[in-house]
């Protein structure tokens, strides 16, 4: 596997149920990112990590729960989601390095969600 | 507020008639201007990064610039498989991103 992985790459589920999003990244960087990208919309972050720590978190619902056990897996746990949550979901990567800030992200193919 | 605005929202070429993109923004403290390709149902993929006014990088038909208040990505020639969604983002404190530009090449 090269560049960033993301499992499942389309995935329904209904309001009561709990799922989760998996993304790998295998480029050695040290941040990796959650997006959502809805039509007509600029993408949204919703959490950063950087070296396995969260550093951002935009006001994202807690029905949205983000882990990172390591510098290379990051997971976007699901439950009791909203039809207006379907979207696709991007996982990216970049290195960041410390006084500098965030270089380019590079981004996995994306989660198609659908809320029914 | 920080912004990023990206115009035309749509544009249609015939195969061969070059233009331009833009992408104006609005931030304080800008640490890296990116453009990056979307096809559909694809991530976004990496073209540029450009760190100050006057830098610019080029890659096959595709060429882009920055000033200290829009990027242009200037695109020559193209062909059909340019065709896709180009997206820009800007780093200030955090990441933001325009809602792009989606280019159909006709051939």
């Known amino acids: 596997e090269t560049g960033v992985t993301q499992t499942p790459r389309h995935l329904v589920m209904g309001m009561t149920n709990k799922k989760s999003l998996k993304c790998e990244q295998h480029?050695?960087?040290?941040?990796m990112y959650w997006y959502k990208q809805s039509a007509k919309k600029p993408l949204e972050l919703m959490f950063v990590?950087?070296?396995?720590?969260?550093?951002e978190n935009n006001s994202v619902p807690s029905r949205f729960s983000p882990e990172c056990p390591n510098s290379s897996h990051l997971f976007l746990h699901l439950h009791t989601l909203q039809p207006e949550d379907s979207a696709l979901y991007l996982c990216a990567s970049s290195q960041a390095n410390p006084g500098q800030g965030y270089n380019e992200q590079f981004f996995g193919p994306g989660t198609r969600l659908t809320v029914l | 507020e920080d912004q990023v605005t990206q115009s035309p929202e749509a544009l249609r070429l015939q195969e061969g008639e070059s233009s331009s993109l833009n992408c104006s923004y609005t931030v304080s403290g800008l640490r890296g201007l990116f453009w990056y390709r979307q096809d559909p149902g694809k991530g976004p993929e990496f073209l540029f990064t450009?760190?100050?006014a006057g830098e610019e990088k080029e890659k096959e038909r595709l060429k882009a610039t920055l000033t200290k208040k829009e990027s242009f990505l200037h695109i020559t020639a193209p062909k059909p498989e340019d065709s896709a969604t180009y997206l820009c983002a800007v780093r200030s404190d955090q990441f933001y991103f325009g809602t792009g530009t989606s280019l159909t090449v006709i051939p």
């Open positions: 480029l050695g960087h040290n941040a």
């Open positions: 990590y950087n070296f396995k720590e969260q550093t």
């Open positions: 450009l760190y100050s």
